[in-house]
Nanobody, 120 residues
Framework: QVQLVESGGGSVQAGGSLRLSCAAS????????MAWYRQAPRNERELVAG???????NLADSVKGRFTISRDNAKNTVYLQMNSLKPEDTAAYFC??????????????WGQGTQVTVSS
């Protein structure tokens, strides 16, 4: 059973930092396109940052210059370093990845979500 296990959420004051981690666990061939999404109450889920299949990192305009995404392929783990946090960054953050059970078959998985709360 494949799982995406997230950690690192919490409550901080504006201007603070948090680091989120997401590790893929279980039996699989490879993990691809790891990304972070977030969803605030009454809002749709939105992409925050992610890696393409070629390894290129994309960041939402709202977090450029403040957030950094990185990954450790050996650990099948993706990280989101969040600096200069703002109250509008408050949301549940979800890890997303395409996990391949074989060379040609992959499907999308979501983590359970981790809450980030930024107070002013």
């Amino acid at each position: 059973q494949v799982q995406l296990v997230e950690s690192g959420g919490g409550s901080v004051q504006a201007g603070g930092s948090l680091r989120l981690s997401c590790a893929a666990s279980g039996s699989f061939f490879k993990v691809d396109r790891m990304a972070w999404y977030r969803q605030a109450p009454r809002n749709e889920r939105e992409l925050v940052a992610g890696f393409t299949s070629s390894g290129f990192a994309n960041l939402a305009d709202s977090v450029k210059g403040r957030f950094t995404i990185s990954r450790d392929n050996a650990k099948n783990t993706v990280y989101l370093q969040m600096n200069s946090l703002k109250p509008e960054d408050t949301a549940a953050y979800f890890c997303n990845a395409v996990v391949y059970s074989s060379k040609y078959y992959g499907r999308e998985y979501w983590g359970q979500g981790t809450q980030v709360t930024v107070s002013s």
